[in-house]
């Protein structure tokens, strides 16, 4: 079983669509938890940090960590054609991210 | 916020030669730099960590001796793939850590650089 679980898609959507991607994890230690997207041949991009549990919003994004369950949530709201995407949990105890296999996310007009 | 570069982006050679790869932190001081490797729709395998002035750690199954890494500066870090062949054809992504005071500090991550080995 690997340590963090992510479905790798694809997951297509309407345009104005709410999105919901998520990832589970067995590792208990595991303290901080981002998603990033990352854009066909570029690095990750840092959209959402999460230390512990609870929910954080930045704009039409907003990361859920439930500790309990082990899973984490990304929602994208008024989803655009841009937010077209592979989106990427990785989640951390100390430095070093573990990552989940990534989501591709595709915003149909 | 703080960028990462990598040079080249994209660079084609041919078996047997080798490859170096930089990685720079433009506005920030980078302690450690980790580099990934990443195929097609895959995710991002950490191949190893390197701090500033000291050895390389690499994860399991990746070969030091194949894929040298040096941290000369706090601000520049490279990879060289030796004696490269097809297989070693891959995505090689840096990230840099700006260390944030005993937690966990931010990676940031450069634009990746593609390397295709003939």
């Known amino acids: 079983q690997k340590e963090v679980e992510q479905d790798p898609g694809p997951l297509s959507v309407p345009e104005g669509a709410i999105v919901s991607l998520n990832c589970t994890y067995s590792?208990?230690?595991?303290?901080?938890f981002m998603w990033y997207r990352q854009y066909s041949r570029k690095g990750p991009e840092l959209l959402m940090y999460?230390?512990s549990s609870g929910n954080k919003e930045d704009g039409r994004f907003t990361a859920q960590v439930d500790k309990s369950s082990k899973y984490i949530s990304l929602f994208i709201r008024d989803s655009q054609p841009s937010d077209s995407a592979t989106y990427l949990c990785?989640?951390?105890?100390?430095?070093?991210?573990?990552w989940g296999a990534g989501t591709k996310l595709i915003i149909k007009p | 916020g703080a960028v990462v570069s990598q040079h080249p982006s994209w660079v084609i050679c041919k078996s047997g030669t080798s490859v170096k790869i930089e990685c720079r932190s433009l506005?920030?001081?980078?302690?450690?730099m980790f580099w990934y490797r990443q195929f097609p729709k895959q995710s991002l395998m950490l191949m190893a960590t390197?701090?500033?002035?000291?050895?390389?750690?690499?994860e399991q199954g990746v070969e030091k001796d194949k894929f040298l890494i040096n941290h000369a500066s706090l601000t520049l870090s490279t990879l060289t793939v030796t004696s490269a062949h097809p297989e070693d054809s891959s995505f090689y992504i840096c990230?840099?850590?700006?260390?944030?005071?005993?937690?966990?500090?931010?990676?940031?991550f450069g634009p990746g650089t593609r390397l295709t080995v003939l």
């Open positions: 990230s840099a850590r700006e260390d944030a005071g005993g937690g966990m500090g931010e990676q940031f």
């Open positions: 390197s701090n500033e002035g000291s050895k390389a750690t690499y």
């Open positions: 990785a989640m951390s105890a100390d430095y070093q991210l573990i």
């Open positions: 590792n208990s230690a595991f303290q901080y």
């Open positions: 506005d920030f001081q980078a302690t450690t």
């Open positions: 999460t230390y």
